[in-house]
């Protein structure tokens, strides 16, 4: 059974950085469309960022110029680097795979994904 494991989450002042991992068991992981959603409380799943199997990103404008998605397909594992974290960047983060011979970036909705990890809490004070 396949299994994203997230980690690097934690507590940060406004301003700080964090970098979140996700790392892929019992996949070919370079067949996998990688991404991280986030959900905040009371809100609903949304979109962060995505990479292609070849490497191509797509973030949302939220986000886009602070955080930086990167993955190593030798280690299975996809990162986000998280930079100028503001108080709204609070959320659990779900890292997600798709399996896809699409090597562009894409947009899926959360439904599309085949696999999910459990979540990493990030907390950013003001």
């Known amino acids: 059974q396949v299994q994203l494991v997230e980690s690097g989450g934690g507590l940060v002042q406004t301003g700080g950085s964090l970098r979140l991992s996700c790392e892929a068991s019992?996949?070919?992981?370079?067949?996998?469309?990688m991404a991280w959603f986030r959900q905040a409380p009371g809100k609903e799943r949304e979109f962060v960022v995505t990479?292609?199997?070849?490497?191509?990103?797509d973030y949302a404008d939220s986000v886009k110029g602070r955080f930086t998605i990167s993955r190593d397909n030798a280690k299975n594992t996809v990162y986000l680097q998280m930079t100028s974290l503001k108080p709204e960047d609070t959320a659990v983060y779900y890292c997600?795979?798709?399996?896809?011979?699409?090597?562009?970036?894409?947009?899926?909705?959360?439904?599309?994904?085949?696999?999910w990890g459990q979540g990493t809490q990030v907390t950013v004070s003001s």
């Open positions: 997600a795979a798709k399996i896809t011979t699409y090597t562009g970036s894409y947009r899926y909705r959360a439904q599309q994904y085949d696999y």
């Open positions: 990479i292609s199997s070849a490497g191509h990103t």
């Open positions: 019992r996949v070919t992981f370079s067949l996998f469309a």
